[in-house]
């Protein structure tokens, strides 16, 4: 073996040598370490196998003097387990003959090293297979991740396609019957213009839905992070919503800590967590129900929580809350429109800002739903508001 004053970055690779010569694997192994990489080393074919699904190296180098067949077989071996398929085989030996070599090559092995070698040559090669399986895996994993995506939009597609057939129809059927007859009543029209305006109004949040699920996907969602007060935020979601909750004769209990501290988030996705929380529990409480909203301090983070009187989530229908698209058993009191991506958005969007999520909940005792927000980046100095509760 030849020696150079020349370091080799091995990217702390693990590499596992396989020699049944101590002292061959002794020196190996010490030349190697000196590259930034961690050496496994063993004697034994057997064992060397074990130790490769139990580390999974990055390379692996087999020294053979007997014969090349030992090599083949031990390469078939790591391409029968799913954990060391992938790992490359470099061949080192004095003895092969050329014949032997390609065996070698056609049994697994992705190179060859005759001895005597230059170690710094070594280097480069085992460097240059390490970075080509990794940038393979890298190719493999944006490959299935593209799959993966590629199958959620044909998912989301035949959802949409279903979502809106039913509303397009109404409206088409309501325009129809307006143009028909043109003796209607005004009483009659505008019932019939409300509902296509209705109808309308929840296809364009349908669409919308759908829009921001595809934008988080591609990471394509503009994050903005800036100071604000939650308290505000939470105050003006609630007014929003009022209107929705007076017409159901609901009433809404508020209660918001006088001391809330500012704090960095994005407003924009804070203001979309508790909109689909409250608008949810107008949704889902029953005609002259009550609704719970809290907004306070915790410890280290503020809290703020949703707690309706509809008719509560079974547990198996929790599970699958905050997920992709999740549409439950439970119908709104009122006739209003849910397409069950609403908290799929909200699962997507709190985790871009390290907000928690959840959802508590016990058949016939309504559900709370929560967001714990990290006060880690309140802003010093910020000015409390005098508690309201109603």
């Known amino acids: 073996m030849m020696?150079?004053?020349?370091?080799?970055?091995?990217?702390e690779a693990v590499i596992l040598v396989v020699d049944d010569s101590r002292l061959g694997n002794e020196m190996l192994s010490r030349s190697l370490e000196q590259h930034n990489c961690h050496v496994i080393a063993e004697r034994d074919p057997e064992v060397a196998f074990l130790r490769a699904v139990e580390a999974t190296p990055d390379l692996i180098l087999m020294d053979f003097e007997t014969s090349v067949s030992r090599g083949i077989a031990f390469c078939e071996k790591l391409t029968e387990s799913p954990v060391t398929k992938d790992?490359?085989?470099?061949f080192i030996s004095g003895t092969a003959t050329r014949d032997e070599w390609l065996q070698g090559l056609d049994g697994?092995?992705?190179?060859?090293?005759?001895?005597?070698?230059?170690?710094?040559?070594?280097?480069?090669?085992?460097?240059?297979?390490?970075?080509?399986?990794?940038?393979?895996?890298t190719v493999r994993k944006a490959n299935a991740q593209l799959e993966a995506l590629n199958k959620r939009k044909d998912e989301f597609l035949g959802i949409a396609?279903?979502?809106?057939?039913?509303?397009?129809?109404?409206?088409?059927?309501?325009?129809?019957?307006?143009?028909?007859?043109s003796a209607l009543d005004d009483e009659k029209r505008k019932k019939y213009l409300s509902y296509i305006l209705e109808t309308s109004q929840y296809m364009t949040t349908l669409l919308n839905n759908f829009l921001d699920i595809s934008?988080?996907?591609?990471?394509?969602?503009d994050i903005k992070?800036?100071?604000?007060?939650?308290?505000?935020?939470a105050e003006s979601v609630i007014r929003l919503n009022e209107t929705h909750a007076v017409k159901k004769d609901q009433t809404l209990h508020v209660e918001i800590d006088a001391e809330i501290p500012e704090i960095s988030s994005d407003g924009n996705i804070l203001t979309q967590i508790f909109a689909n929380f409250i608008s949810n529990a107008v949704k889902y409480s029953p005609l002259g129900g009550d609704i719970r909203i809290v907004l306070r301090v915790d410890g280290e983070h503020l809290h703020f929580s949703v707690k309706d009187s509809g008719p509560g989530i079974p547990k198996e229908g929790q599970e699958k809350l905050f997920k992709d698209y999740a549409r439950l058993d439970t119908e709104p009191t009122?006739?209003?429109?849910?397409?069950?991506l609403g908290l799929a958005i909200v699962g997507k969007l709190a985790k871009k800002i390290h907000v928690a999520v959840g959802c508590e909940s016990e058949l016939g005792a309504g559900a709370l739903f929560w967001a714990r927000l990290p006060m880690e980046h309140r802003i010093q100095g910020s000015h409390s508001r005098p508690p309201i509760n109603s």
Request: charged share 30%; proline share 5%.
């Open 3 to 11: 020696q150079h004053d020349i370091h080799l970055d091995l990217r």
């Open 87 to 90: 790992v490359p085989v470099i």
């Open 108 to 137: 697994g092995a992705v190179d060859i090293i005759s001895k005597p070698f230059d170690l710094i040559e070594l280097g480069f090669r085992i460097r240059n297979h390490i970075e080509l399986r990794r940038a393979r895996e």
């Open 161 to 181: 396609a279903h979502d809106l057939r039913n509303p397009l129809g109404g409206i088409n059927g309501f325009a129809e019957l307006m143009l028909m007859n």
């Open 215 to 221: 934008k988080i996907e591609q990471e394509a969602f």
């Open 225 to 233: 992070i800036k100071p604000l007060s939650v308290g505000e935020i």
């Open 334 to 340: 009122a006739g209003e429109k849910a397409n069950g």
